[in-house]
């Protein structure tokens, strides 16, 4: 299986990594091919909601996400990995998520696999609803098949998220592919 994971944090080396790191490491010890696309440096624009695409493409904006594009339709799985900013995604992550409009039908077409690694300083049973609730919902719209979840509670520092059960959650749901 071609799997890629869209890395939603600006900090290349954080929590946020660390589980995408793992989660890779485990979907390659099972056999499969793992490309990271780290977002905050794809050089990807918001979507203007020109529809110009029709859904369907070619975006009228010429940046990152013609290079991204390409690795998205030819993926059969698609990871969301991010940090929890204020109850939400990153809005890197948002950013290029918003921009699938140009591939609507193509990404929709595919029933591609998912998953959504997912990192917060904040340990209270509630930190990740809205975001679970969000996923949950392009999930359903974008007809993927969800695959499962790491949400790691507390962890606000790196340090914290080596020593958390988190990583290695994100190597089994990795392996379990």
């Not at 890629?4 to 589980?19: D, F």
């Not at 109850?87 to 950013?95: F, H, I, R, V």
């Not at 930190?127 to 606000?156: K, N």
Request: glycine fraction near 10%; aromatic fraction near 10%.
């Amino acid at each position: 299986m071609n799997i890629v994971v869209l890395q939603g944090s600006p900090n290349k080396r954080g929590s946020t990594a660390i589980l995408c790191e793992e989660f890779a490491r485990g979907a390659r010890s099972a056999g499969h091919s793992v490309e990271r696309v780290d977002v905050a440096d794809a050089g990807i624009a918001p979507c203007t909601g020109c529809v110009a695409c029709g859904y369907e493409g070619p975006c009228v904006q010429h940046d990152g996400m013609d290079a991204l594009r390409p690795k998205l339709l030819a993926a059969d799985m698609l990871v969301l990995a991010t940090p929890l900013y204020y109850y939400g995604m990153s809005a890197q992550l948002k950013t290029v998520i918003d921009r699938f409009c140009s591939a609507n039908y193509s990404i929709t077409g595919k029933r591609m696999k998912s998953a959504l690694l997912a990192v917060a300083w904040n340990a209270d049973s509630w930190t990740f609803d809205a975001l679970m609730a969000h996923y949950t919902t392009l999930v359903r719209y974008l007809d993927f098949q969800d695959c499962g979840a790491v949400l790691g509670y507390g962890c606000g520092t790196p340090s914290s998220t080596s020593r958390s059960r988190y990583p290695q959650a994100a190597y089994e749901l990795g392996r379990s592919l």
